[in-house]
Nanobody, 126 residues
Framework: QVPLVESGGGLVQAGGSLRLSCVAS????????MAWFRQAPGKEREFAAA????????SYTDSVKGRFTISRDSAKNTVYLQMSSLKPEDTAVYYC???????????????????WGQGTQVTVSS
């Protein structure tokens, strides 16, 4: 098991910024990709951003490109999601997930991810 713990969510006005963090504990000696997914009220969980095991390759859904940045600090087993120019439609529970793989391109598929955090609420007011 690899517990993942998210933090950094909260309430912010439209146009504001937040930074989410996700710390992986347990067995983290292998390479793993990390991703952020989100679930808005009444909607299915969707992919937001991912980063490969080395931190070189990232992937974003179109709606967050240019506003969100995913990064990782491997020494701290932590992945970040810097969110800027937030919009009300970004309101969701954000989940981080880990995929035990050293593939160059990180997956966008929820089914590929082995471990999940409990989620952190992000609310953007208009």
């Amino acid at each position: 098991q690899v517990p993942l713990v998210e933090s950094g969510g909260g309430l912010v006005q439209a146009g504001g910024s937040l930074r989410l963090s996700c710390v992986a504990s347990g067995r983290t000696d292998r390479g793993y990709a990390m991703a952020w997914f989100r679930q808005a009220p009444g909607k299915e969980r969707e992919f937001a951003a991912a980063i490969n095991w080395s931190g070189i390759m990232t992937s974003y859904t179109d709606s967050v490109k240019g506003r969100f940045t995913i990064s990782r600090d491997s020494a701290k087993n932590t992945v970040y999601l810097q969110m800027s120019s937030l919009k009300p439609e970004d309101t969701a529970v954000y989940y981080c997930a880990a995929d035990w793989t050293t593939r160059f391109y990180p997956s966008r598929l929820q089914s590929e991810y082995d471990y999940w955090g409990q989620g952190t609420q992000v609310t953007v007011s208009s």
